[in-house]
């Protein structure tokens, strides 16, 4: 057969050459998200449920150079009564330029990206993980990682402060903060990582004002062993310092630092683009008084993160190829330090589409 229509393969091939010479070489991707959050008390009716989509646009401009830009909706609540015309809130939340070079080892990224970490890849990202301006270089070798940057927090705020009747500031987390970083990793032949991370931080208005004190650095260190066929267990310790006393509970009122110890244990792997896989963890989480400075977390959960004692539990499982449900769900959840009443138990479940 292929001999018999030797011409019309021929021909084909030349249109669909001829079709990605003037395509070019862009590659456009997105995600949507349809998202239930459930806190008593805190969030709960309309106001639990939220939408996000993103568009990506990734380009080769040669064999070392990429350029992606991509926009996004921002989280709307179906409690928003706003009209849909007045909405004008589609913000750019990556627009960067990755240059490899060194034979594929080395990396130098300029721009914002959609989610720098605190804590890198394999750490929880418990005080920060979203829009970050910033100027990295990375080294990533089969056995070693290391990344250095520096850059400038573009998200943030503290859930529920706003709410308090005396503030009259609005606290902003760490919008406008800036931070120079280092991330160190060593890496073993089957995905087992274990790593280090620094940040220093500049400009830190939000915890002037709301805590009456600055940040001055963060520390912490990870593990993440796999073992068996399915099963991950990921260890986090983290400590925040800052430049005088910042704990508000009266058995730590006259401390300058706070630490979060993180512990995540997960069996099987969902996979977007495998139908029928799926994964189940279970989680601890110990933070003191002031270990969560205000940023947007990584983490699932949501509102006041520090001064607690916390178990979750959750489930993703991909339904079809590109879509996967996801949900999770506190329990044991107590107040850390302090005579404060127990944080009321949180729900969530969503639903994720990729194209």
């Given amino acids: 057969m292929a001999d018999e229509f030797a011409d019309e393969l021929n021909n084909l091939g030349v249109r669909v050459s001829a079709l990605e010479n003037r395509v070019g070489n862009v590659k456009l991707t997105g995600d949507a998200r349809v998202r239930y959050r459930y806190q008593k008390?805190?969030?709960e009716n309309d106001a639990s449920w939220d939408y996000r989509v993103r568009l990506r646009a990734n380009a080769m401009v040669n064999k070392n150079t990429k350029v992606t830009y991509g926009i996004s909706t921002g989280n709307h609540a179906f409690s928003d009564n706003g009209k849909a015309e007045d909405e004008n809130d589609i913000?750019?939340?990556i627009a960067k330029v990755d240059y490899n070079f060194g034979g594929?080892?080395?990396?130098?990224?300029?721009?914002?990206?959609?989610?720098?970490?605190?804590g890198g890849s394999k750490g929880y990202g418990y005080n920060y993980g979203d829009i970050f301006d910033r100027a990295e270089l990375k080294y990533s070798g089969d056995s070693f990682m290391a990344t250095a940057g520096y850059g400038k927090f573009k998200a943030g705020g503290v859930a529920g402060l706003a709410a308090d009747p005396l503030r009259t500031v609005l606290p902003e987390g760490l919008d406008g903060t800036k931070t120079a970083y280092g991330v160190i990793e060593g890496r073993f032949g089957n995905g087992t990582a274990i790593g280090g991370y620094y940040n220093t931080f500049d400009n830190d208005e939000y915890n002037a004002i709301v805590r009456g004190t600055e940040l001055d650095y963060l520390w912490g260190?990870?593990?993440?062993?796999?073992?068996?066929k399915d099963w991950n267990l990921l260890g986090n310790y983290e400590r925040v310092n800052y430049n005088s006393n910042i704990s508000t509970s009266k058995v730590r009122s006259d401390e300058d630092s706070a630490a979060v110890?993180?512990?995540?244990?997960?069996?099987?792997?969902?996979?977007?683009?495998t139908p029928k896989t799926w994964d189940a963890w279970v989680e601890y989480l110990n933070a003191e008084d002031g270990a969560?400075?205000?940023?947007?977390?990584?983490?699932?959960?949501?509102?006041?993160?520090?001064?607690?004692?916390?178990?979750?539990?959750?489930?993703?499982?991909?339904?079809?190829?590109?879509?996967?449900?996801?949900?999770?769900?506190?329990f044991a959840s107590k107040v850390k330090d302090g005579d404060g009443s127990d944080p009321e138990e949180q729900t969530r479940a969503q639903f994720v589409f990729a194209f």
Wanted: charged share 20%.
């Fill in 41 to 43: 008390d805190s969030k």
């Fill in 221 to 228: 260190a990870y593990a993440s062993f796999n073992f068996g």
């Fill in 292 to 330: 969560y400075i205000g940023g947007s977390t990584n983490s699932w959960r949501w509102g006041k993160l520090d001064n607690l004692e916390s178990w979750g539990a959750g489930i993703d499982y991909t339904f079809a190829k590109n879509a996967q449900f996801q949900v999770m769900q506190s």
């Fill in 104 to 118: 594929g080892d080395w990396t130098l990224s300029v721009g914002r990206t959609d989610k720098y970490v605190i």
């Fill in 91 to 93: 913000l750019s939340d």
């Fill in 261 to 273: 110890w993180i512990g995540r244990l997960t069996y099987g792997k969902a996979v977007m683009a």
